[in-house]
């Protein structure tokens, strides 16, 4: 140790060629760390063959006016409401001032920054196609059949969120309305959720 | 440790060890001849009494794991299996989820024992901050274990708990999505639950060593919260301690007992007995009841608080909670330790008590319903006070009781004359 001080007092103040091995081996040694933790931090992101799992075909025809189905996709529920037309002009005739969450969340092409008029919630009036989980805390909202709530939509039991006929929330604590997700439809009664038409002339789908 | 060591090998082979790895010495002056007040009563046997638990959680929690499958089509009917099939495995699986609800129990009677005596305050700060984290600890480790029997309130609790990173600006989705290891909750959050349910209690072992490492170098606290002066004012932890805490111990096993033989699913929901389904939840969904509290502090913000939503203010004020606790040491600034002496704050604590239970007592309920009902709308439906808002007063007083009360008391309070020592308060000699 007492040579190596001599050596640094030769040298002054000046940084020694011990200096610059310390920094640069402390360094590389800080970078080589962090980019080993990130494959053990990664690998809890979804697997490449969940991301796969991306897409359903549902068959609506067995939803008559009036009624929906809850399908799963991606590991929760879709809700597929057949509005009749009075459900539909309730929905539309809601002033956009009443909504406290006024974005579409529609992720379909063209609508993701549009405002939460029902005309952007839906592709066709009288198919409502959202996901099913309160944007709460993620419970499944009850509908048809059951509690509605007060806005004749979706009613949410664990804390309370009312949502209305296009999905959209109104009062309670969720933030957020109902999301849509990706879909298109392959014919008059098929809808293909998880895809859009782009994405399946991409892939292979076909829309037949 | 507290003062020099007093262990004196006095075999050949003790002498032999001691100069290599001196092991025994370190549980001679740990657990045998360590000097502790001579006035401790029966809440600092807490301590001893976690101590079992942990124990028992870890190997009930071993030998589970030999028969349980982390699979999110077999998870439920492995339960069933090892309920009925396996030998004792009845037993053995009441004993373990038992055990979590009397973890809690003991853990939130040593929680507030330290309130209660000051057990937090110089020099005793990394202590009391050790325990928070052995409780952050317990927190996850419980709430992950009851994911994995894959019932109804075990999917949606986790779902619940989980969308709340969601309440995250910017990263909430991101970060949730990497969480779950899919879109959902599902068979990747399963398998992860299972591992880290497996792998925290052995970490929460080593922060409870760091935390009797830190009791030991000052010593115990104690229940008129003077320091110890004279060796007068202490026993050898062994036999009298020992003695003391056994006791305690077995009496705490004793009612645990009552509760594996005879009430083992008391504690739990009868929705759990229904497998996970995605899509349908329960009318009702409460979490165990050690987190109820919570989850009423979680509810009961219903507004918006400036730029924070009401969901994000929620999750806030939910952690804070917690979080809270790490800083009282430096909030609390009373010279006096223990409440005895302290005749206002004293009424405060006691409050702070029941404003826990009841926070709990609201978390159990919906928000909605009423606690006492005062007449009736127009359509004959009751009104009246509603749980909702009991969670939003008590909250209130939770979060005053650390940033008013104990701040302002430990300036304007005059505390009782105290004991000269610990000797004297025991032995009622001349008070000082």
Not at chain 1, 11 to 38: N, V
Not at chain 1, 40 to 55: E, R
Request: net charge negative; aromatic share 14%.
């Amino acid at each position: 140790m007492t040579e190596q001080n001599g050596a640094l007092g030769e040298h002054g103040q000046e940084p020694s060629r011990r200096d610059f091995i310390y920094i640069a081996a402390t360094g590389a040694a800080a970078i080589g760390a962090g980019l080993a933790i990130w494959p053990f931090i990664d690998q809890m992101n979804p697997a490449a063959d969940t991301l796969a799992l991306g897409s359903i075909r549902v068959d609506v025809s067995t939803v008559t006016d009036g009624t929906e189905i809850t399908v799963m996709w991606r590991g929760g529920p879709v809700f597929i409401r057949h509005r009749t037309q009075p459900m539909i002009d309730e929905a539309r005739a809601v002033p956009l001032g009443d909504l406290p969450d006024d974005v579409s969340r529609n992720l379909n092409a063209g609508m993701e920054a549009a405002s939460a008029a029902d005309e952007n919630r839906v592709l066709r009036p009288e198919y409502l196609i959202v996901k099913g989980n309160c944007t709460h805390l993620g419970c499944v909202p009850l509908g048809i059949g059951a509690d509605m709530g007060d806005y004749d939509g979706w009613y949410c039991p664990c804390h309370g969120s009312h949502y209305d006929g296009s999905a959209r929330i109104r009062r309670g604590p969720a933030p957020e309305n109902l999301p849509v997700p990706d879909y298109y439809f392959e014919s008059e009664t098929t809808v293909k959720i998880g895809l859009s038409p782009d994405e399946a002339a991409q892939s292979g789908w076909v829309a037949s | 440790m507290s003062g020099p060591s007093t262990y004196e090998p006095k075999t050949g082979f003790t002498r032999w060890m001691d100069a290599r790895l001196p092991i025994i010495r370190l549980g001679y002056d740990s657990f045998v001849d360590f000097p502790t007040p001579r006035n401790l009563n029966y809440w600092w046997t807490f301590g001893g009494i976690l101590a079992i638990f942990l124990v028992i959680q870890i190997i009930s929690g071993i030998v589970l794991a030999m028969h349980y499958v982390p699979h999110e089509s077999m998870a439920f009917e492995s339960l069933e299996r090892i309920r009925r099939d396996v030998k004792f495995g009845w037993l053995i699986q009441s004993m373990h989820a038992n055990g979590a609800s009397f973890f809690f129990v003991a853990v939130y009677i040593h929680m507030f024992r330290g309130l209660y005596y000051g057990s937090y305050k110089a020099p005793r700060e990394i202590l009391w901050i050790l325990g928070v984290v052995i409780y952050l600890l317990m927190m996850a480790t419980g709430f992950m274990g009851y994911v994995l029997p894959w019932g109804q309130m075990s999917y949606w609790g986790a779902m619940v708990i989980t969308n709340l990173i969601g309440a995250l600006p910017f990263i909430g989705d991101a970060i949730r999505e990497w969480l779950w290891g899919g879109f959902s909750v599902g068979q990747a959050t399963l398998s992860r639950f299972f591992s880290l349910h497996y792998l925290l209690p052995f970490v929460i072992a080593a922060v409870v060593a760091l935390h009797l490492w830190a009791l030991h170098v000052p010593g115990n606290g104690n229940p008129v919260g003077i320091e110890v002066k004279t060796k007068k004012d202490t026993l050898p932890f062994h036999p009298f301690y020992t003695v003391k805490d056994g006791f305690a111990i077995i009496v705490y096993l004793i009612i645990f007992a009552a509760f594996v033989f005879f009430l083992p699913n008391v504690l739990g929901h009868a929705d759990n007995f229904i497998p996970a389904d995605p899509l349908s939840t329960p009318a009702h969904i409460v979490p165990e009841w050690y987190y109820l509290p919570f989850y009423a502090i979680l509810r009961a913000i219903t507004f918006d608080i400036g730029p924070i939503d009401a969901k994000l203010g929620g999750v806030i004020a939910m952690f804070g909670a917690i979080l809270i606790l790490f800083v009282l040491p430096w909030l609390d600034t009373s010279k006096v330790r223990s409440m005895r002496f302290r005749p206002v704050t004293r009424v405060f604590f006691i409050l702070f008590l029941l404003a826990c239970l009841g926070l709990g007592w609201c978390g159990a309920k919906n928000p909605d319903d009423l606690v006492f009902a005062i007449g009736h709308d127009a359509e004959g439906v009751a009104t009246g006070f509603k749980f909702v808002w009991f969670a939003q007063l008590l909250t209130f007083y939770y979060f005053a009781y650390f940033l008013i009360v104990l701040p302002v008391m430990g300036i304007i309070e005059k505390p009782l004359d105290r004991p000269a020592s610990i000797e004297a308060a025991v032995l009622g000699t001349a008070k000082a």
